[in-house]
């Protein structure tokens, strides 16, 4: 990996290619609906309950309710005013990726804009061609913190060492894993595979994809140990294709279940978690002190990414049971705002407004 690839000029990830962005560009007319398409894996169907659109609704409806309700689980969960209290002392941040138009025009410019609008924390997905001193200037210069990168499983692959000593003048403490393309998935090649009928070829297939995530929850405790010996912490975040049924568990339960705690901590995209049909509160109490860190998106009922609080999930309800999470850090980020400047306003606005 150059020094190019490292630090700019901006996003240029594969995953940033296959949600259909160009480097350092903003589709300002893109149809959300064509992008959750995208996003999925090549002609794959979620298996969760009834499918990708039926599975998420039901979830955002009962994350909702049990607010609204009274009924949300209290077992390791923070009465309401000392949740307020974590979230006011933890600060919101912003995931840069929703700026990424803007920062690749102006990176300094656009880190005194995110200052000045309230937030305290911002996470990068590429320098945009800064060294990693000027990015430390910058943010020294408006008094923001950036504790996470997001890198690609080819950079941590090739490039780890360069990765971590850029991390460490920055001032990261998380390096993140944000996504696996199709190719890089495990069990990508077993549905091409001859199998002998169709149930056993649907365990078999199952047994491929489990024992392939296995073997990169063995590589991400390595990249964990790595990240340790640098003074950092790795973690993995979350798409909804990690939700998607395999045999009587998913991906997601494989990669947590066989990860370090003390090596790999998680990063809950939490619009993903709900379009996959996940449930945060079940996840918070099965893996308690996980999620270190999570991206704040919001979704509707009919699966459309929107500014928090224009759609369905209760973030409020969600975020009284950081303390079970392990919470520590809160991501802003919208995929493919319109106006990503308004985007990341009226997200910070609605959050502020718990505290009211």
């Not at 069990?187 to 365990?203: L, M, Y």
């Not at 991501?331 to 705002?337: I, S």
Request: glycine share 12%.
């Amino acid at each position: 990996m150059t020094a190019r690839g490292l630090y700019g000029p901006g996003p240029s990830d594969d995953w940033h290619r296959w949600l259909g962005v160009e480097e350092g560009r903003l589709p300002l007319a893109m149809n959300r609906r064509r992008f959750v398409e995208r996003s999925l894996a090549a002609g794959a169907a979620l298996a969760c309950t009834g499918g990708v659109a039926a599975a998420g609704a039901q979830a955002v409806r009962t994350a909702g309710s049990r607010s609204r309700t009274g009924t949300a689980p209290t077992a390791y969960g923070a009465p309401k005013g000392e949740a307020r209290g974590r979230l006011r002392a933890a600060g919101w941040g912003v995931q840069l990726y929703t700026l990424r138009s803007l920062m690749a025009r102006d990176v300094e410019g656009t880190l005194a804009e995110v200052a000045q609008m309230g937030y305290r924390e911002v996470e990068f997905a590429g320098y945009f061609g800064r060294s990693p001193p000027a990015i430390r200037a910058a943010l020294d210069a408006e008094g923001l913190a950036a504790p996470a990168v997001h890198l690609s499983l080819d950079e941590l692959r090739s490039s780890f060492g360069p990765a971590a000593s850029a991390a460490g003048e920055i001032g990261h403490r998380y390096l993140v894993l944000p996504y696996l393309s199709p190719a890089e998935r495990p069990g990508s090649s077993a549905s091409s595979e001859p199998s002998s009928g169709r149930v056993g070829g649907e365990r078999r297939a199952a047994r491929l994809l489990l024992d392939g995530y296995r073997r990169l929850a063995e590589e991400m405790n390595h990249f964990g140990e790595r990240s340790r010996e640098a003074g950092l912490r790795f973690a993995y975040h979350n798409h909804d294709f990690e939700l998607e049924r395999a045999g009587d568990t998913c991906p997601l339960d494989i990669l947590i279940e066989n990860t370090d705690p003390d090596l790999v901590s998680f990063e809950v995209d939490l619009f993903w978690l709900v379009h996959g049909g996940g449930d945060p509160f079940d996840y918070f109490q099965r893996y308690p002190g996980r999620f270190e860190l999570c991206h704040v998106k919001d979704r509707t009922a009919d699966g459309d990414m929107v500014d928090v609080g224009a759609g369905d999930i209760d973030f409020e309800a969600i975020f009284e049971r950081s303390s079970q999470a392990g919470l520590v850090h809160y991501f802003v980020e919208h995929d493919a705002p319109a106006d990503p400047l308004a985007s990341v306003r009226a997200s910070l606005e609605h959050l502020e407004s718990f505290d009211e």
